[in-house]
């Protein structure tokens, strides 16, 4: 079971960029789907979460009106698509992918201990 981010990179304040997250090796469907990311010297924190359904989203205030998450399950991939980034969003970003309540429809998962599998991360940098 694999995940694999990619799109990261350096970008000036106020850009845009777009994460890709893709699953292989087993079907995510029914698993909720998750960002979380991790600057130097800080804890990992979580960025926005997803339903298997794409029905529910949930955003981390910082990002909230800035980042969109979304996902396509037949292609076994999460999305992450971030406009007016500023340079304290810098960090690398980690995707990640959990199964509970049964695979419920409405379930985002906010925390690590929510997830299951993580990806290796893509770094994202944002120039002032």
């Known amino acids: 079971v694999q995940l694999v981010e990619s799109g990261g990179g350096l970008v000036q304040a106020g850009g845009s960029l777009r994460l890709s997250c893709a699953g292989s090796g087993r079907t995510f469907r029914m698993y909720h789907m998750g960002w979380f990311r991790q600057a130097p010297g800080k804890e990992r924190e979580f960025v926005a979460a997803i339903s298997w359904t794409g029905g529910s989203t949930y955003y981390a205030e910082s990002v909230k009106g800035r980042f969109t998450i979304s996902n396509d399950n037949a292609e076994n991939t999460v999305y992450l698509q971030m406009n007016s980034l500023k340079p304290e969003d810098t960090a690398a970003y980690y995707c990640?992918?959990?199964?509970?309540?049964?695979?419920?429809?409405?379930?985002?998962?906010?925390?690590?201990?929510?997830?299951?599998?993580w990806g290796q991360g893509t770094q994202v940098t944002v120039s002032s």
């Open positions: 990640a992918a959990g199964w509970r309540d049964g695979g419920s429809i409405y379930y985002t998962g906010r925390r690590p201990r929510d997830y299951d599998y």
